[in-house]
């Protein structure tokens, strides 16, 4: 069974760093592309940043470009992200996700984690 | 940016009802859309892939359709556990975006 469990989350004041992790399991880590979403209360969903199945090449929204990074460690089948100068507006429930796609280029998020609660506020 | 919206926002329907969710991309996407469902307190999970393919294990009463800028998610006949909340989103470029979401209740 494929499954993603992310960790590191918290209650953190604003400018401060956090670390999540998502422990992958049950399929080829190294072979999947990640993502992580996240989604504010009562809010909708926003992509935040995407990394290659190398780890080679990352994309990040705008939102959070300078601030966060996203990197993998494939022989942990491990995928985290750093967030660093974190502001009230970064509250969220943050989601790992399995990218899959089909030979015409398009992707979605087949498979997601619980998702875990970050707080930043003082 | 290409924006995503949804509508409508949200509805009101009773089961056994034929239900209609719509998505408009400000410009073309080709079929690069996906559609997710979510129910609260849950993470969302995959209906509908490339605007029409069914996702493994997903009830065949959920269909999508469309290419380019206009995109429909529908279900044929409501059952209990449809009542959720549902999210398109594309992926031709970068930033992926999402629609707003459509919240479908009980009538």
């Known amino acids: 069974e494929v499954q993603l469990l992310e960790s590191g989350g918290g209650l953190v004041q604003p400018g401060g760093s956090l670390r999540l992790s998502c422990a992958a399991s049950g399929f080829t880590f190294s072979s999947s592309a990640m993502s992580w979403v996240r989604q504010a209360p009562g809010k909708g969903l926003e992509w935040v940043s995407s990394i290659r199945n190398s780890g080679g090449s990352t994309h990040y929204a705008d939102s959070v470009k300078g601030r966060f990074s996203i990197s993998r460690d494939n022989s942990r089948n491990t995928l985290y992200l750093q967030m660093d100068s974190l502001r009230d507006e970064d509250t969220a429930i943050y989601y790992c996700?399995?990218?899959?796609?089909?030979?015409?280029?398009?992707?979605?998020?087949?498979?997601w984690g619980q998702g875990i609660l970050v707080t930043v506020s003082s | 940016d290409i924006q995503m919206t949804q509508s409508p926002s949200s509805l009101s329907a009773s089961v056994g009802d034929r239900v209609t969710i719509t998505c408009r991309a400000s410009q073309s996407i080709s079929d690069f859309l996906n559609w997710y469902q979510q129910k609260p307190g849950k993470a969302p999970n995959l209906l509908i892939c490339?605007?029409?393919s069914l996702q493994s294990g997903v009830p065949s009463r959920f269909s999508g359709s469309g290419a380019g800028t206009d995109f429909t998610l529908t279900i044929s006949g409501l059952q209990p556990e449809d009542f959720a909340t549902y999210f398109c989103q594309q992926s031709y470029s970068t930033p992926l975006t999402f629609g707003g979401g459509t919240k479908v209740e009980i009538k």
């Open positions: 996700a399995k990218v899959a796609g089909n030979k015409n280029g398009c992707h979605w998020f087949d498979t």
């Open positions: 490339a605007a029409s």
